[in-house]
Protein backbone atom coordinates (compact mmCIF):
# COMPACT_ATOMS: atom_id res chain seq x y z
CA UNK A 1 0.00 0.00 0.00
CA UNK A 2 1.05 3.69 -0.32
CA UNK A 3 1.23 6.54 1.76
CA UNK A 4 1.81 10.23 0.07
CA UNK A 5 2.81 13.40 2.10
CA UNK A 6 2.56 16.41 0.34
CA UNK A 7 4.11 19.66 1.17
CA UNK A 8 3.99 22.91 -1.08
CA UNK A 9 5.61 25.86 0.35
CA UNK A 10 4.79 27.51 -2.99
CA UNK A 11 4.12 27.57 -6.45
CA UNK A 12 4.16 29.82 -9.31
CA UNK A 13 3.29 30.48 -13.05
CA UNK A 14 4.94 32.84 -15.33
CA UNK A 15 2.62 34.94 -17.27
CA UNK A 16 3.60 36.80 -20.54
CA UNK A 17 3.56 40.49 -20.09
CA UNK A 18 3.84 40.40 -15.89
CA UNK A 19 7.25 41.19 -14.39
CA UNK A 20 6.17 39.10 -11.92
CA UNK A 21 5.54 35.57 -11.62
CA UNK A 22 1.61 34.40 -10.23
CA UNK A 23 1.30 32.68 -7.29
CA UNK A 24 -0.97 29.46 -7.71
CA UNK A 25 -0.26 27.50 -4.41
CA UNK A 26 1.33 28.11 -0.70
CA UNK A 27 1.50 25.99 2.09
CA UNK A 28 -0.47 23.20 1.04
CA UNK A 29 0.15 20.24 3.14
CA UNK A 30 -1.72 17.20 2.89
CA UNK A 31 -1.32 13.65 4.04
CA UNK A 32 -2.98 10.57 2.45
CA UNK A 33 -3.26 7.19 4.12
CA UNK A 34 -2.53 3.92 2.49
CA UNK A 35 -5.42 2.42 0.63
CA UNK A 36 -7.12 5.91 0.99
CA UNK A 37 -9.75 7.65 -1.31
CA UNK A 38 -9.54 11.33 -1.36
CA UNK A 39 -11.18 13.88 -3.06
CA UNK A 40 -10.19 17.45 -3.97
CA UNK A 41 -12.75 19.93 -3.96
CA UNK A 42 -12.65 23.37 -4.96
CA UNK A 43 -13.68 25.93 -7.94
CA UNK A 44 -12.10 26.07 -10.94
CA UNK A 45 -8.84 27.32 -11.78
CA UNK A 46 -8.14 27.24 -7.97
CA UNK A 47 -4.84 25.04 -8.71
CA UNK A 48 -6.20 21.31 -8.29
CA UNK A 49 -4.97 20.26 -11.70
CA UNK A 50 -1.51 21.85 -10.90
CA UNK A 51 -1.56 20.45 -7.52
CA UNK A 52 -2.08 16.71 -9.07
CA UNK A 53 0.67 17.20 -12.11
CA UNK A 54 3.21 18.37 -9.02
CA UNK A 55 2.43 14.78 -7.04
CA UNK A 56 2.49 12.85 -10.62
CA UNK A 57 5.81 14.58 -11.25
CA UNK A 58 4.48 16.17 -14.46
CA UNK A 59 5.16 19.68 -13.02
CA UNK A 60 9.02 19.93 -10.98
CA UNK A 61 8.79 24.13 -10.84
CA UNK A 62 7.96 24.19 -7.10
CA UNK A 63 8.95 24.80 -3.89
CA UNK A 64 8.49 21.81 -1.41
CA UNK A 65 8.33 18.36 -1.30
CA UNK A 66 6.31 14.63 -2.56
CA UNK A 67 7.00 11.71 -0.78
CA UNK A 68 5.61 8.79 -1.83
CA UNK A 69 6.33 5.74 0.53
CA UNK A 70 5.11 2.48 -1.93
CA UNK A 71 5.79 -1.22 -1.99
CA UNK A 72 8.02 -1.04 -4.88
CA UNK A 73 11.96 1.34 -4.78
CA UNK A 74 9.20 3.08 -8.28
CA UNK A 75 6.37 4.12 -7.35
CA UNK A 76 3.43 3.03 -9.87
CA UNK A 77 1.32 6.38 -10.07
CA UNK A 78 -1.78 6.07 -12.61
CA UNK A 79 -2.93 9.24 -14.05
CA UNK A 80 -7.14 9.64 -15.78
CA UNK A 81 -6.87 12.77 -17.26
CA UNK A 82 -9.81 14.92 -17.68
CA UNK A 83 -9.65 14.07 -21.54
CA UNK A 84 -9.10 10.42 -22.24
CA UNK A 85 -5.94 11.26 -24.05
CA UNK A 86 -6.17 8.34 -26.82
CA UNK A 87 -3.92 7.93 -29.59
CA UNK A 88 -6.39 7.63 -32.79
CA UNK A 89 -3.95 5.57 -35.01
CA UNK A 90 -3.97 3.38 -32.34
CA UNK A 91 -6.82 0.62 -31.36
CA UNK A 92 -8.28 0.70 -28.06
CA UNK A 93 -6.16 -2.16 -26.82
CA UNK A 94 -3.16 -0.92 -28.06
CA UNK A 95 -3.51 2.49 -26.33
CA UNK A 96 -3.88 -0.01 -23.06
CA UNK A 97 -0.78 -1.48 -24.10
CA UNK A 98 1.47 1.23 -23.89
CA UNK A 99 1.08 1.83 -20.64
CA UNK A 100 1.57 -1.49 -19.27
CA UNK A 101 4.11 -2.79 -17.52
CA UNK A 102 5.91 -6.03 -18.49
CA UNK A 103 4.75 -8.44 -15.83
CA UNK A 104 1.21 -7.31 -16.37
CA UNK A 105 -1.19 -10.41 -16.61
CA UNK A 106 -3.65 -10.45 -19.98
CA UNK A 107 -6.64 -12.08 -18.10
CA UNK A 108 -6.50 -9.02 -15.66
CA UNK A 109 -6.66 -6.56 -18.55
CA UNK A 110 -9.50 -8.71 -20.46
CA UNK A 111 -11.19 -8.89 -16.62
CA UNK A 112 -10.93 -5.06 -16.47
CA UNK A 113 -12.34 -4.60 -19.91
CA UNK A 114 -15.26 -6.53 -19.56
CA UNK A 115 -16.15 -5.27 -15.94
CA UNK A 116 -16.48 -1.82 -17.91
CA UNK A 117 -18.38 -2.56 -21.11
CA UNK A 118 -15.71 -2.51 -23.49
CA UNK A 119 -14.98 -6.25 -24.07
CA UNK A 120 -15.58 -6.05 -28.22
CA UNK A 121 -14.14 -2.84 -28.11
CA UNK A 122 -10.34 -3.54 -28.09
CA UNK A 123 -9.71 -3.86 -31.49
CA UNK A 124 -11.83 -0.41 -33.09
CA UNK A 125 -9.77 2.96 -32.82
CA UNK A 126 -11.01 5.99 -30.62
CA UNK A 127 -12.49 7.70 -33.06
CA UNK A 128 -15.70 5.11 -33.30
CA UNK A 129 -15.84 5.12 -28.97
CA UNK A 130 -18.27 7.37 -27.60
CA UNK A 131 -17.44 9.95 -25.01
CA UNK A 132 -18.22 7.72 -22.25
CA UNK A 133 -16.70 4.76 -23.68
CA UNK A 134 -13.80 6.83 -24.34
CA UNK A 135 -13.45 7.44 -20.40
CA UNK A 136 -13.95 4.05 -19.57
CA UNK A 137 -11.11 2.93 -22.10
CA UNK A 138 -8.75 5.46 -19.77
CA UNK A 139 -9.93 3.66 -16.47
CA UNK A 140 -8.88 0.30 -18.19
CA UNK A 141 -6.27 1.92 -18.70
CA UNK A 142 -5.15 3.39 -15.15
CA UNK A 143 -6.04 0.47 -13.39
CA UNK A 144 -4.63 -2.38 -15.70
CA UNK A 145 -0.93 -0.95 -14.75
CA UNK A 146 -1.79 -1.73 -10.92
CA UNK A 147 -1.13 1.72 -9.25
CA UNK A 148 0.39 2.35 -5.99
CA UNK A 149 -1.15 6.06 -6.60
CA UNK A 150 -4.26 6.63 -8.82
CA UNK A 151 -4.94 10.45 -9.89
CA UNK A 152 -7.58 11.38 -11.31
CA UNK A 153 -8.60 14.88 -12.68
CA UNK A 154 -12.15 15.20 -12.62
CA UNK A 155 -12.48 12.35 -15.16
CA UNK A 156 -16.19 11.84 -15.63
CA UNK A 157 -16.75 16.19 -15.95
CA UNK A 158 -19.12 16.93 -19.14
CA UNK A 159 -20.97 13.55 -19.34
CA UNK A 160 -24.86 13.24 -18.70
CA UNK A 161 -25.75 12.23 -15.24
CA UNK A 162 -26.85 8.51 -16.19
CA UNK A 163 -23.16 8.08 -17.63
CA UNK A 164 -21.27 10.16 -15.25
CA UNK A 165 -23.20 8.06 -12.84
CA UNK A 166 -22.67 4.27 -14.24
CA UNK A 167 -18.45 5.18 -14.63
CA UNK A 168 -18.31 6.27 -10.94
CA UNK A 169 -20.08 2.86 -10.05
CA UNK A 170 -17.57 0.90 -12.48
CA UNK A 171 -13.98 2.93 -11.28
CA UNK A 172 -15.43 2.39 -7.88
CA UNK A 173 -15.53 -1.42 -7.89
CA UNK A 174 -12.35 -1.65 -10.06
CA UNK A 175 -11.17 0.42 -7.09
CA UNK A 176 -12.22 -2.09 -4.33
CA UNK A 177 -11.29 -5.23 -6.43
CA UNK A 178 -7.19 -4.00 -5.80
CA UNK A 179 -7.67 -0.87 -3.34
CA UNK A 180 -4.54 1.64 -4.03
CA UNK A 181 -4.23 4.60 -2.73
CA UNK A 182 -6.38 7.76 -5.20
CA UNK A 183 -6.45 11.32 -5.08
CA UNK A 184 -9.35 12.51 -7.02
CA UNK A 185 -10.59 15.99 -8.25
CA UNK A 186 -13.44 17.29 -8.67
CA UNK A 187 -15.81 21.24 -8.31
CA UNK A 188 -18.58 18.75 -7.54
CA UNK A 189 -19.31 17.74 -4.12
CA UNK A 190 -21.65 15.58 -4.28
CA UNK A 191 -19.56 13.50 -6.22
CA UNK A 192 -17.24 13.65 -4.14
CA UNK A 193 -19.08 12.57 -0.86
CA UNK A 194 -20.50 9.34 -2.95
CA UNK A 195 -17.11 8.93 -3.91
CA UNK A 196 -14.13 9.30 -1.12
CA UNK A 197 -13.30 8.48 2.45
CA UNK A 198 -12.00 12.24 2.98
CA UNK A 199 -12.89 15.59 1.62
CA UNK A 200 -9.91 18.03 1.09
CA UNK A 201 -10.87 21.43 0.34
CA UNK A 202 -8.82 23.52 -1.96
CA UNK A 203 -9.07 27.94 -2.16
CA UNK A 204 -7.91 31.15 -1.91
CA UNK A 205 -5.53 33.03 -4.08
CA UNK A 206 -2.92 31.62 -3.59
CA UNK A 207 -4.88 28.67 -3.10
CA UNK A 208 -4.24 26.61 0.29
CA UNK A 209 -6.03 23.77 1.86
CA UNK A 210 -9.22 25.55 3.80
CA UNK A 211 -10.66 21.89 5.19
CA UNK A 212 -10.04 18.36 5.51
CA UNK A 213 -12.72 16.45 6.82
CA UNK A 214 -13.52 12.73 6.79
CA UNK A 215 -16.63 11.17 5.70
CA UNK A 216 -18.27 9.33 8.08
CA UNK A 217 -21.60 8.49 6.22
CA UNK A 218 -21.09 4.58 5.49
CA UNK A 219 -20.32 4.02 1.68
CA UNK A 220 -23.69 1.27 1.48
CA UNK A 221 -25.44 4.28 3.33
CA UNK A 222 -25.18 6.67 0.35
CA UNK A 223 -28.43 7.67 -1.45
CA UNK A 224 -28.90 11.39 -2.98
CA UNK A 225 -30.86 11.83 0.01
CA UNK A 226 -28.09 10.92 2.53
CA UNK A 227 -25.38 12.38 0.77
CA UNK A 228 -27.89 16.26 -0.09
CA UNK A 229 -28.43 15.36 4.21
CA UNK A 230 -24.41 15.12 4.78
CA UNK A 231 -23.35 18.12 2.12
CA UNK A 232 -26.42 20.66 4.89
CA UNK A 233 -24.46 19.03 7.57
CA UNK A 234 -20.97 20.26 6.32
CA UNK A 235 -22.42 23.66 5.39
CA UNK A 236 -23.52 24.05 9.04
CA UNK A 237 -20.59 22.84 11.03
CA UNK A 238 -17.71 24.55 8.52
CA UNK A 239 -18.31 28.04 7.96
CA UNK A 240 -14.84 28.56 6.76
CA UNK A 241 -16.17 26.29 3.65
CA UNK A 242 -19.15 27.39 2.96
CA UNK A 243 -18.59 29.24 0.26
CA UNK A 244 -17.23 26.24 -1.51
CA UNK A 245 -20.39 24.13 -0.99
Not at 28 to 34: D, G, Q
Request: overall charge neutral.
Amino acid sequence: MTEVRIEIASKHYRIEGRLDPVPILRDVRLTLASGEFACLVGPSGCGKTTLLNIVAGLDRDYRGSVEIAARRTQPRIGYVFQNPRLLPWRTVRENIALALPEATDPAYVDHLFEVVGLKDTGDIYPERLSVGMSRRAALVRAFAINPDLLLMDEPFVSLDPPTARRIRELATRLWRERPHTVLFVTHDLHEAIELADRLVFLAGSPASVMGDIPIKLPRRERSNEAIESFRRELRAEYPLIRSLL
